[in-house]
């Protein structure tokens, strides 16, 4: 099997979220698999000078009306959470803890963190939210709230996010393929085209 | 006949060149005109916060591999110019001037100004430049040097790119039709099918 997608994001961002509904799917019809890598795009706008699109005078409002439509485009539930945006430590430490230990219940965790943000509305920056979440789906409860307290797993999501940086990932979504990059949930018929014909 | 797209663009910008060769027959297959206006995005990102894409850390290296990429993808010749990205108030100037006295004309001279720079790279930031590229397609050079710097004319710039402010413009391209916004020139297969679809 070739090389797998690297799928950046952060669990804050609206494109990253109507993304993540369609990557494996997209991935899976060239027989690849996609790597999930939670990142915080605070970090980074740092370096960028970037700021999360709703805050930005006229730029915000164009994003506001078009995460729901495209969103409506692509037929993906979605509501601009209450508490928006969000810095994303909890549920990126709970994915990371849990994939060195299960990748694919580390995806499913994902997706479920995401759902609860973008569609039920639910503020999962606040750990106790990302805990039941991963509860829900079996995960041990108090294991989970020690361990992304632990300094690994801290260290291990600031080296994620820097590793990023260091391949040039500045926003969400953002894939590489055979070393080749696309940001955006817009540039995904690119990355689909780019992945059936090897490039142009 | 529906109401036409209003295409905002700034003249330095390698996505509203991009843009520039494909409207026209877009807006056409959907019997639409196209009413070009170029803007200063310069003076749209002291609100916004925003900075020219090659200008930026980590951002600027994907764009510049972007750029040539896209252009690859749409067939359209391209190359970074050499002095990029630049002030576009001459040939803005150039296009409304022209505007007053020749829709159609300034059409074409905005097309023969986006391809002096991005595919012969010259500097349409010069006056000299952009009169020789009005010259070339007939115009009276002398009274287009001195209607460029009228303060009519100047005036009438500077309330285009307040106007398109207004209407929330904050990058180039930037397409309204019929009051619905799309930025960039990867938004055109969306902003197609809303005009084969009436939107969703």
Do not use: C
Request: glycine share 6%.
């Amino acid at each position: 099997m070739a090389d797998p997608i690297e799928f950046y994001f952060d669990f804050s961002s609206p494109y990253g979220y109507l993304a993540s509904t369609r990557i494996d799917e997209l991935a899976a019809r060239h027989r690849r698999d996609v790597q999930w890598r939670p990142i915080l795009l605070g970090a980074i706008f740092k370096f960028t000078g970037a700021a999360p699109l709703p805050n930005i005078p006229i730029k915000g409002e164009y994003y506001k009306h078009d995460f729901p439509r495209t969103a409506r485009l692509l037929s993906v539930p979605f509501k601009l959470p209450t508490a928006f945006p969000i810095a994303s430590l909890a549920p990126s430490r709970a994915f990371y803890w849990l994939q060195e230990q299960n990748p694919q219940q580390a995806k499913e965790l994902a997706k479920r963190l995401f759902k609860a943000f973008y569609v039920d509305d639910i503020d999962i920056s606040k750990p106790e939210n990302t805990l039941a979440i991963a509860a829900g789906i079996g995960l041990d409860r108090p294991a989970l709230a020690a361990g992304i307290e632990t300094p690994l797993i801290k260290e291990r999501l600031k080296k994620e996010v820097q590793s990023a940086m260091d391949k040039g990932v500045f926003g969400s979504p953002y894939f590489i393929v055979d070393g080749e990059p696309f940001h955006g949930s817009d540039k995904m018929d690119q990355l689909d085209r780019w992945l059936a014909t090897g490039g142009w």
